[in-house]
Structure formats: structure tokens, C-alpha cells
């Protein structure tokens, strides 16, 4: 008798792999050409579309641990890549934003970065990219509504 693979049908657990494994061939390309880490790129990713940011702010968008994004942080400073500002709106927290140069890395990543996109969905209808993105905006906000306590409640009889 076949016993079934319960993890690997698992969506939380399939979804986190895939999304691993997307970002590391997308690393791989980021190491390879401009010697950026996954953590590095991401914040690069957020100060380039959006501006300057707090580290709390890039904790939060980049959903990073908030060690990581402050390595980050501080590697893309000694690289000259961003910079760091006093926040006139909160005079406890800093500031990041790109600098010229990091700006100008940015703007040579992004096409890259939309052809590995291209390249990996070619084989993709555009009705079925865009229900991908669709879906995946909807997984996104029910994380952000799900609360675990009703899930120890639900699926557990605790409570």
C-alpha cells in the first residue's frame, strides 16, 4: 500500500520551496554580476521603487528577518550603494536610501530581473500569470488575517 507524501502536497510547505528555489537562481544571477545576497538585492529592490525607508519599514516590506535587512543595510552603505539620513520625522531612526551609484545598480538589475521573470514564465499564458498574481496577492492578505490563535482553537480543541 502507497503511503502518501503528506509535506510535499503540504501548500505552505510547496509554496516556500518554490519560492526558494526562484530566489536562488535570481541570487545567483545578483552574486554573479553585481555580488549582491538575496537580503541586499530586496532592500536594493524597496529603496529603488518606493524611496527612502526606515529599517523598520524595510523589516516590514521585505517580510526579513530584522538582522538580515541590517546587515544588508550596512553592507550596501560601505559599498557606497546607499546611504543613511537623519529621519526629520522621528528623530530616533535613520533614513536609507540608495545613492547615486546604487541608484544607477538598480536601474541595470531591473531589466535582468524582468527577463529572468519572462524567461521563467514563457511557457505561462498570460491569463495564467495573471491569475498567479492574483492568487498570490490573495495567499498574502489572508496571511496578514489569519490569527493563530483561532487556529489553536479551530483545528486543536485548545481554548
Known sequence: MKQSNRLAEFLPYRLSVTSNAVSQRIAQEYRNRWGLSVPEWRVMAVLGDSGPHTQRELTSMTIMDKVAVNRACKVLEDRG????????????????ELT????????????????MERRLFARFTDEEVEAFRSLLGRVRSEV?????????SANFGIG
Open 144 to 152: 496578514d488575517d489569519l490569527d493563530a490563535d483561532d487556529i489553536d
Open 81 to 96: 550603494l546607499a546611504v543613511r539620513r537623519p529621519n526629520a520625522q522621528d528623530g530616533r531612526s535613520h533614513l536609507l
Open 100 to 115: 547615486p551609484a546604487g541608484k544607477a545598480m538598480h536601474e541595470q538589475i531591473m531589466p535582468l530581473a524582468l527577463e
